[in-house]
T-cell receptor
């Protein structure tokens, strides 16, 4: 079953608006929650990440909000720009010395209209 | 900069053909992964390898096999390609215990 549930599947936002993508998980063993950004024809690349002991992390226009009790986290893109148009994946991982286990959401296709 | 390269960007194969997808990383990463990406389904893990000669099944290993003879190279093999294996295939790598995965550009495979 899907370990990380992501919504919405697609999102259209006007330039300058706020884009919000939500994810939920069940496994409390997850200890790292990254967001990946994927442009057409490219592989996903790490955008921003958070650990469960922090409720918010901000990097420029991108913010992760984390609610440990609700087992939810979300990506907020402030002042959305056409260049932000991409597919966004949330993920969760479990640390292991031999190799972490990674679980991805189903992705959100974001279109920012000029 | 970490670089993960995949042998082909686009491939067209016929049903029943044996298909090899190659992935090479240049950062001495122990862990390597193969995913397929389909609309609405996200990234689904096919196989992964935590070290040379090691392999583990992911969530959807049926119809696939892998080979890891050298640390930098991880190959995905479709023994007998079928139309339902038409997809985007992504390779990723990371160091043991590292939390960031580095992805290749993907191979878009069309099976006719």
């Amino acid at each position: 079953q899907q370990q990380v549930k992501q919504s919405p599947q697609s999102l259209i936002v006007q330039k300058g608006g706020i884009s919000i993508i939500n994810c939920a998980y069940e496994n409390t063993a997850f200890d790292y929650f990254p967001w990946y950004q994927q442009f057409p024809g490219k592989g996903p690349a790490l955008l921003i990440a958070i650990r469960p002991d922090v409720s918010e992390k901000k990097e420029g226009r991108f913010t992760i909000s984390f609610n440990k009790s609700a087992k939810q986290f979300s990506l907020h893109i402030m002042d959305s720009q056409p260049g932000d148009s991409a597919t966004y994946f949330c993920a969760a991982s479990i640390f292991s010395l031999s190799g972490n286990q990674f679980y991805f959401g189903t992705g959100t296709s974001l279109t920012v209209i000029p | 900069d970490v670089k993960v390269t995949q042998s082909s960007r686009y491939l067209v194969k016929r049903t029943g053909e044996k298909v090899f997808l190659e992935c090479v990383q240049d950062m001495d990463h122990e862990n390597m992964f193969w995913y397929r990406q389909d609309p609405g389904l996200g990234l689904r893990l096919i196989y992964f390898s935590y070290d040379v000669k090691m392999k583990e099944k992911g969530d959807i290993p049926e119809g696939y096999s892998v080979s890891r003879e050298k640390k930098e190279r991880f190959s995905l093999i479709l023994e007998s390609a079928s139309t339902n294996q038409t997809s985007m295939y992504l390779c990723a790598s990371t160091s043991a215990g590292q939390e960031t995965q580095y992805f290749g550009p993907g191979t878009r495979l069309l099976v006719l």
